[in-house]
């Protein structure tokens, strides 16, 4: 059945659904609601190629997943499989690699189709952070022809974004070994988690999720503070407001040790200066991570020095961990990584996405035939 969105109606929310609400077996409604949603992810797919989303305190996934549907369907449902596409009708369409990448959003893929039409069945080739080539036939989904063709975008949407940065992500992360890739907090609005969850590496645990421990890779990154409130970043901007780096870290660890809060902090240094003013209040103030901000300057040339993060690295001698931040690419974060350097931080793998091109075809012989011609499969 169409739910809604191929018809003239706007989608149904599950009755007792809301943000945060909890259900008799204590979850919230919407991770009891991906907890089912997984569980039927992980039929659909063969094994394990499903990777569920992180945990996020108030971020409604369900909630996202119908705002999308619904900005599509609008109030009259999709007016183009209404008057093409008899009711019962059914089909099967093929996703297609049109570029060599990492594919991501193959969970988020099932999770869309379920919303839509329960009825709907998805076969995957390949698992989440698994590399296609241009031209590979890695899924299906086999069905309602209307539901799929509903559907279609919506699902190209967040699959092609994910996956644009879980390539990014792998080129980078490989290239910055031994040092480890973040992401950011400069991601689409409304989209963080789905951001994060195409960049995150096997650090995340979903015990509480899906009742067990599991090990997932999807763009081999890591990432930083999910938002404003997992971890204390001290910036210049808290610092200039708080009267001194010394003055804003004593705050923090006062504060923290009132609201009995056990999280990381991390406090943003610019010169050698301000990163031994940090290192002389270790033992009087909580700083788990310096950021070393703008220490790699470009030259003439197009190269990068980074001398300066270089003895950075040194002074701060492994006390606490260590971020550099700024002329991060991917042509600049071998050097990077080679100082020594603990994390190294990216926004653009997030907030400058390249979509990698993703189709779904009902007629994939005649789409392939098409993609020859055009070079584009």
């Known amino acids: 059945m169409l739910r809604g969105y191929g018809v003239p109606a706007l989608p149904r929310i599950a009755k007792g659904f809301s943000p945060g609400r909890s259900n008799s077996s204590g979850l919230s409604s919407s991770v009891g609601w991906r907890r089912q949603a997984m569980a039927g992810v992980s039929k659909s797919v063969n094994g394990a190629g499903a990777v569920p989303p992180p945990v996020h305190p108030t971020y409604n996934l369900r909630e996202v997943i119908q705002l999308a549907l619904s900005e599509d369907a609008g109030d009259r449902g999709d007016v183009s499989c209404l008057a093409t596409i008899p009711a019962e009708m059914t089909a099967e369409a093929r996703f297609l690699a049109k570029e060599n990448g990492v594919i991501a959003g193959i969970a988020l893929a099932d999770m869309v189709f379920q919303e839509l039409d329960p009825s709907l069945k998805t076969d995957w080739a ?6 296609v080539e241009k031209g590979q036939v890695f899924g299906k989904v086999c069905g309602n022809a209307r539901s799929i063709l509903t559907a279609e975008r919506v699902v190209l949407n967040f699959m092609q974004r994910m996956s644009g940065i879980a390539t990014a992500t792998k080129k980078m992360a490989d290239a ?18 789905i951001d994060k969850w195409a960049v ?28 404003l409130y997992d971890m204390v970043m ?42 031994r003013r940090v290192l002389a209040i270790l033992d009087k ?9 703008n220490m790699v300057s470009t030259q003439a ?34 050097k990077i990584g080679s100082t020594g350097v603990t994390y190294i931080s990216s926004g653009a793998l997030t907030h400058s996405v390249s979509a990698l091109d993703i189709s779904c075809k009902v007629d994939i012989d005649l789409a392939l035939a098409v993609g020859k011609r055009t070079n584009r499969a």
């Not at 999280?263 to 010169?271: K, P």
């Not at 103030?285 to 901000?293: F, P």
């Open 126 to 131: 390949v698992e989440d952070g698994s590399t």
């Open 176 to 193: 910055a070994k031994p040092a480890r890739i973040l992401e950011t907090r400069k991601t689409a609005p409304g989209l963080r988690l």
């Open 200 to 227: 995150s590496d096997s650090k995340w645990i979903f015990s509480t999720v899906m009742g067990c421990s599991i090990q997932v890779l999807i763009g081999g990154g890591e990432n930083h503070r999910m938002g």
């Open 234 to 275: 001290v910036k210049d901007n808290h610092i200039a407001v708080a009267g001194g780096i010394e003055n804003a870290i004593f705050a923090v660890t006062k504060y923290l040790e009132e609201k009995g809060l056990d999280i990381g902090v991390e406090v943003e240094t610019r010169t050698l200066d301000e990163v």
């Open 285 to 293: 103030g909580k700083v788990t991570r310096i950021m070393l901000d």
């Open 301 to 334: 040339n197009g190269d990068i020095d980074v001398g300066l993060l270089r003895e950075a690295v040194e002074i701060v001698g492994g006390r606490v961990q260590t971020e550099a931040s700024g002329n991060v690419t991917l042509s600049t974060v071998g």
